[in-house]
Each structure stands twice: as structure tokens, then as C-alpha cells.
């Protein structure tokens, strides 16, 4: 609980530095590109070595993959139901399957059930939600957006395969075998130990709420898929295979993060909902910090 409480200090910290005139709008996109181009490489590639193989690593890969394709589902059959503007819909459809789960995912993750659980979320995160966000929410993005021309394939691949992180995933993997020099290791805790307080300063500073009554039904629907049905699925489907107990644990926690900040740029990006996906994203962070604290009790209940 000091661990969560130290996130939730520097998610107020970023949320008074807005108010400093000396940090100016753009400080929290500075401490971003931080994150994606220096520290979470450092992290990846600290943490992935001391990933132990076995037979079940294709669950937390495969878990988002899965959730996806239902949620997207539900958000479609909603959006019928309800006559729910096109552009709600495909704001929905881009921001709502994929949760946070690198900048709040990996501060949490560490915080509840420690260091050792961190290979599973990077996992989680590289293999599905940050492909998804550069596959599935680029080009949904794309195709609601009139405006936009829909990436091709080779676009797809190239943003994938130079993304930081993912080369640091691959690094990290192919020099498994070798163990780092020392000094080397000494850079790697350094950079990788501002991860957590950067990442939350950042979360705070750009953190907005923004409600509008005519959207409040499809806001409703959003958060109770993203904060409470999707762990749900993601335990029903875990425990088809029965898991180690870390691993469903860490990938029921991965799943019940709120929207991912990226996501909803994207949806910004394109021009859909511009109202509904800030409160979205901003209301789900917020909320966060009571529903993860309650599925992290459910998990232990139930293992």
C-alpha cells in the first residue's frame, strides 16, 4: 500500500504542476516522449530477462486479443440499440478495448504484487494492447475519420517495428542467455527506477474531466465494459486454462485498467466525440483508483 500510495503523491504532484506558469501546456507530452523513448525500454529491457518460459506465456498475449474482439462486439450491438451516433461509436470502438496498461499498468502491476509480476504485464502490454493500438485502433481511427486515408500495411509494420519498446522487447529476448555487464545493469535501474514517478507526474499534469449530458449514457456503458466486464471476461477466460496464480492475477489486473491516454488521442486525433473521450479517459483514471485496489481483494479471494 506505500507503493500505491507513493502513485497516487506524484498523480498530485503532475496535477499541481499544471498550475505552475513556469511548466508550460506541452511539460506532460515532454514527459511522455520521455517514458516511450527512454525509460520503458530501460524497463523492458531490465524485467524481460528475468522472465521465467513455460507453456502458458501465450495467455497474457492472447487475453487482450480476446477481450477485444468482444468488446468491440458489445460496443457495436450498444450502439444499435441505443441509435448512438457514428462517431460515438467509433470512438468507443477505438479508445474502450485497450486499457492503460503500460503508464498506469506497470506502476500498478509493481505496486500490488511487486517486481516479479512485471514480465507478465510487459507482455500484456507489448503483444497486445500496444499492437492493437498500432493496428487495430490506427486504422478503425481512419475509417471513421473522413478525412483521414486508411494506413497500409507496410505503414502498420514500419510504426510497429521501430517502436521503442518493442526493439527493446526483442533485444531483451535474444540476449536472455547473456547476463549484463554490471555497469550496464547500474543504467538500467537508474533509468528504469523514474519510470513510475514520470509516468504518474505526466498522468496528472494532462489529467482532464470534461462531462456532457448527452453523452452520459454511452460514458456509463464505457466504464462499467472497461473497469469491471473486462476483468471479469479475462478471469472467466483464464480460468479455462488454470493458470499460475500471478499470471491470471496479473492479467485480470491488466485488464480491469482504465482507457488508454493513447487510444484516446488517436480518437481525438480523428475528430470523434471530442467531449466524450477525454471524460472517458479522465473519469476512468480517476475511478481507477477504487476499482483496482477492489479487483486486486477479488483476486486474492479468489485464488
Known sequence: MESFALVLVYLIIGALLRKLPQFPQETGLVLNQFVLFVALPALVLQKIPLLEFSSQLWLPAITPWVLLVIVAALIILAGKFWHWEKTTVGALLVVLPLGNTSFLGFPMVEAFFGEKALPFAMIYD?????????????????????????????????????????????????????PYPAFFSLILDSIAATLVPVIMIAVGFQFRLQLDNKETKPLIFALGVKLFLMPLLALGFLS????????????????????????????????LALRLVPALVGLGLLLSFISLPLWYLLLQLYL
Open 126 to 178: 507489448q503483444a497486445g494492447s500496444f499492437v492493437a493500438l498500432a493496428t487495430y485502433s490506427t486504422i478503425l481511427a481512419a475509417w471513421y475519420n473522413p478525412n483521414a486515408a486508411t494506413p497500409t500495411t507496410g505503414q502498420i509494420a514500419t510504426r510497429i517495428l521501430t517502436f521503442p519498446s518493442f526493439i527493446a522487447l526483442a533485444l531483451a529476448l535474444a540476449l536472455k542467455p547473456w
Open 240 to 271: 479455462l486454462f488454470n493458470p499460475d496464480p500471478l499470471l491470471l492475477q496479473v492479467v485480470v489486473f491488466e485488464a480491469a485498467m482504465p482507457p488508454m491516454v493513447s487510444a484516446g488521442a488517436i480518437a481525438i486525433g480523428a475528430g
